[in-house]
């Protein structure tokens, strides 16, 4: 997965201008403009880094003047007290950058520590681990990139990816059927359809109109093995709602295809990371 070079530096631009506005009132008014200094990023937990790059052009956009040598890459397992990158350069650039690229670093690492436990969770058994919609304003693509990296895969993208029936599609419209028949009438071949549901009753509705993919809502395990069994594998089934890093084995193993989570995204622990200037 690429992401466009014009799509993050507008993250990082947006960022540095919130946090640095006209000057930085301490490293202007205290450090020469020819100063030089090195430094590190430690790890100081166990996890995987993600969002390296993004780091490396924060400075690359404050200054320009800073040599960034990564060490350990997007995707690599760190423990506490890794080195995971040295920098060598001015010490204005490196000091106004630091924030910003900790920030971004430290919460695409967040990201794709807790997905990758979720992964490693249900290794073994037939579902993939998902993200969802629930991402924070302006930073979408960037945290679906670290769920990735993280090892699991990316739910749809915006609400034009797929026509994803939710319960309140369907109550103000009336019912599956006739949400599911409207669609087809003026979607494209292209465009798959997936319905949420609450219970069984609705699980075979949806599969009486031939949906590509249903969304088992809160269901219980029991509920959800049902689900399986009635599905016999004509759609994809989806488990979603109340599912956490503890639980998520035993949601895996009732069979379902998909297991996405919110929580990877809305409310993922940022991963300890911290830059050293070295004396």
Do not use: W
Not at 27 to 50: E, F, M, Q, R
Not at 164 to 179: E, P, V
């Amino acid at each position: 997965m690429k992401l466009l070079q014009c799509y993050i530096d507008n993250i990082i631009k947006t960022a540095l201008m919130e946090d640095i506005n006209y000057i930085d009132a301490a490293a202007d008014n205290l450090i020469p403009a020819d100063h030089k200094s090195s430094a590190y990023y430690v790890a100081k937990d166990t996890g995987v880094v993600c969002g390296i790059e993004v780091a490396k052009r924060v400075f690359e956009l404050v200054g320009e003047d800073v040599e960034f040598n990564i060490l350990l890459g997007d995707g690599s397992k760190v423990r506490k007290g890794d080195i995971i990158a040295e920098l060598k350069g001015s010490t204005l650039t490196l000091l106004k950058g630091e924030r910003t690229a900790l920030n971004i670093l430290q919460h695409m690492s967040g990201i794709a520590t807790a997905t990758n436990k979720c992964v490693e969770a249900v290794a073994g058994t037939n579902a993939s681990v998902t993200d969802t919609r629930k991402t924070l304003p302006g930073l979408r693509a960037l945290q679906k990139y670290a769920v990735t990296v993280g090892g699991g895969k990316n739910h749809r993208f915006n609400l034009s990816d797929a026509a994803m029936l939710k319960d309140n599609h369907i109550d103000a419209y009336g019912g599956i059927t006739a949400a599911v028949k409207a669609l087809r009438e003026k979607i494209g071949h292209t465009v798959k359809i997936e319905v949420e549901v609450r219970n069984l009753v609705e699980l075979r509705e949806a599969l009486e109109n031939k949906v590509e993919i249903i969304m088992l809502d809160n269901m219980s395990c029991e509920e959800m093995k049902q689900a399986v069994d009635i599905t016999a594998g004509r759609a994809l089934l989806e488990a979603s709602g109340n599912i956490t890093s503890e639980n998520i084995r035993t949601v895996a193993e009732t069979g379902v295809d998909i297991i996405s989570l919110g929580a990877l995204t809305h409310s993922v622990k940022c991963f300890d990371i911290s830059m050293k200037i070295k004396k």
